[in-house]
């Protein structure tokens, strides 16, 4: 089992930052393949944002990349992201999610963004 719990989230005007963080705890911890973020603005499905794999090997959306830029620290099961340049168009609730080498997907439950025009 892992638990994931997100921090970070808020209200920024547009062109702000914010970091995020997400820590896992759990006795799976050792398993974990990959960690990321989602997010699911309203009435939109859930995208993946960024993820970071076993080896350090990263994977943005489009929308993102060169903006968004996503860490991982290993020793404190801990993945960030930093979010610069943000639009109002990121504006969204940001999962959290860790898949292990069970194949099993856990996910956060989840911070507000809110990026004011």
């Known amino acids: 089992q892992v638990q994931l719990v997100e921090s970070g989230g808020g209200l920024v005007q547009a062109g702000g930052s914010l970091r995020l963080s997400c820590v896992a705890s759990?006795?799976?911890?050792?398993?974990?393949?990959?960690m990321g973020w989602y997010r699911q603005a309203p009435g939109k499905q859930r995208e993946l944002v960024a993820r970071?794999?076993?080896?350090?090997?990263?994977n943005y959306a489009a929308t993102v990349k060169g903006r968004f830029s996503i860490s991982r620290d290993n020793a404190k099961n801990t993945v960030y992201l930093q979010m610069n340049s943000l639009k109002p168009e990121d504006t969204a609730i940001y999962y959290c999610?860790?898949?292990?080498?069970?194949?099993?997907?856990?996910w956060g439950q989840g911070t507000q963004v809110t990026v004011s025009s």
């Open positions: 999610n860790c898949n292990t080498a069970g194949f099993v997907n856990y």
């Open positions: 970071v794999i076993n080896g350090g090997n990263t």
């Open positions: 759990g006795r799976s911890t050792y398993s974990i393949n990959a």
